[in-house]
């Protein structure tokens, strides 16, 4: 259960056990286990590493090319380098797959039980339609991170779906393909759609209609259906204008920000301290894990005058535990540690639809959209005669690198595009202390087993734990 607030900032909600005819008695009821749902999505921890859902965020970007976990560490030093979650016995491996699946049974008890409940028949349609967007995120983030992407095989197997509530006693699904997975979330986001069309939330932990759409968007683009990820990323956006370059050095700490779409606010009651994403990518404190550092490189890719060069800082104090690294502030925590967590953005939407137009040869519609987002952060408008399609999708997503970091979409567009991580040793040099200081760098650019770093390796998929392996005799 989670613990009760002294505010009205949260409802009181049950995180972990949603059994008994009380739970399900009335709307208001209900509505509590959806909010518990939420915060046992983002804030349940088996340990200091693993904060909820920003464990799985932060993964995705260690395991990438942009992010380091710095060595020796704690954290994310075993990500990193590819070890875990891909070992299916390590304790990471099970909490990333016990914490989507727990979320995934929450909204299968909620589903079954709302229309017995006393209360309206819209507020039924709206716990309904919030229980249908956050099964659907759950299995999305499930597909894209246990098998390759849709477009290299879609009837892979996947992961096992399922809709109605479990009980230890319940039968073990075995795997559904890709396919059905994806199916499955489109289902789920379509009756979401329906079902929240007139809902108004107060408060941006809440899944609504936006954010539904944005999960569309999401979807289309891992399956490569170019004009309805175009559509529903400009739908996911309207009313949330991309956020202006002075903005964008404040912190990425609150939901209040015009362009969050989805976000999970916090008080410092509700943060977890050292298990918390800002406890290990916020490198602004004194003392702290200050685990997750910049590539040299990644630094290389913004020009000068892009406003979020400026928050690149070297470390240049020999007497400093983080001496020779780039520091990036874009995430500060809040002075009392209550900085919320970002979940969607309309930045991120906007480089949806520019990707899709791109990818239709839709090259001004696709422009637009880009430009849009690259005037936000004082870059000039970039001209269509200077690129052809392919230019242009290599710009668009070298912006979604610039953009979105930190953010969790690293690994998963390494497995959307089939393309290798390009992790490279540094020789790149800052001048500091009357000298030039060799800025540190990758020190992992191998697999485990010391071969290359290759497109569509077994080493990018999460794997599913050696538990539910013994358990579920029918994956």
């Known amino acids: ?171 073990g699904k075995s795997r559904a393909t890709v396919e059905a997975v994806y199916n499955q979330v489109f289902a789920d986001l379509a009756n979401a759609e329906q079902l929240l069309e007139t809902y108004q939330r107060t408060i941006k932990n809440r899944p609504n209609l936006h954010v539904v759409k944005g999960l569309m968007a999401r979807a289309y683009l891992a399956t490569e259906q170019w004009e309805l990820a175009a559509q529903k990323a400009r739908e996911a956006r309207e009313g949330f204008p991309i956020m202006s370059a002075q903005q964008y050095l404040e912190g990425f700490n609150d939901a209040s920000n015009v362009e969050w779409i989805w976000g999970h606010p916090q008080q410092a009651d509700q943060n977890l301290g050292g298990a918390s994403f800002f ?87 696709a422009l637009l959209a880009l430009n849009e987002l690259r005037l936000k952060r004082n870059l000039p408008e970039l001209e269509e005669t200077a690129f052809n399609a392919a230019q242009l999708i290599e710009e668009i997503l070298l912006e979604r690198r610039r953009e979105l970091w930190g953010e969790g979409f690293r690994l998963t567009d390494i497995l959307r595009l089939q393309r290798a991580v390009d992790r490279s040793e540094s020789t790149l040099t800052y001048p500091a202390n009357g000298q030039h200081l060799l800025i540190k760098g990758h020190y992992i650019r191998v697999f485990p087993d010391n071969s290359p770093l290759v497109a569509n390796s077994p080493y990018y998929l999460f794997s599913i734990p050696v538990n539910e392996w013994n358990n579920n005799p029918n994956l």
């Open 1 to 171: 259960m989670t613990t009760s607030c002294s505010d009205s900032f949260f409802d009181t909600a049950p995180a972990n056990n949603l059994t008994g005819n009380e739970a399900f008695s009335s709307t208001q009821n209900i509505d509590a286990l959806v909010n518990g749902t939420i915060r046992y999505l983002m804030e349940n921890a088996t340990s200091q590493d693993n904060p909820g859902f920003a464990a799985i965020m932060l993964t995705n970007e260690v395991m990438g090319e942009d992010a380091i976990a710095r060595d020796g560490v704690y954290g994310f030093r075993d990500s990193y380098p590819f070890r875990d979650p891909y070992d299916n016995t390590t304790r990471r491996a099970l909490f990333f797959w016990t914490l989507l699946y727990k979320v995934i049974d929450n909204a299968n008890n909620i589903l079954a039980n709302t229309d017995r409940a006393d209360g309206t028949d819209d507020e039924k349609k709206w716990l309904k339609g919030q229980a249908y967007a956050l099964r659907a995120f759950a299995y999305l983030n499930l597909v894209q991170q246990y098998q390759f992407t849709y477009a290299k095989d879609k009837d892979a197997p996947a992961v096992p779906i399922y809709t109605e509530p479990t009980s230890p006693a319940s039968e």
């Open 279 to 365: 406890a290990y990518i916020d490198v602004t404190p004194p003392t702290g894990y200050r685990s997750i550092m910049p590539d040299p490189y990644f630094w290389q890719l913004f020009d000068d005058q892009d406003i979020r060069k400026s928050l690149f800082e070297f470390e240049g104090d020999p007497s400093h535990p983080i001496y020779r690294w780039l520091k990036y502030k874009k995430f500060i925590n809040k002075p009392d540690r209550a900085g919320h967590i970002p979940l969607m953005r309309a930045s991120e939407q906007a480089l949806i639809e520019a990707e899709s137009e791109a990818r239709l040869g839709h090259l001004s519609t």
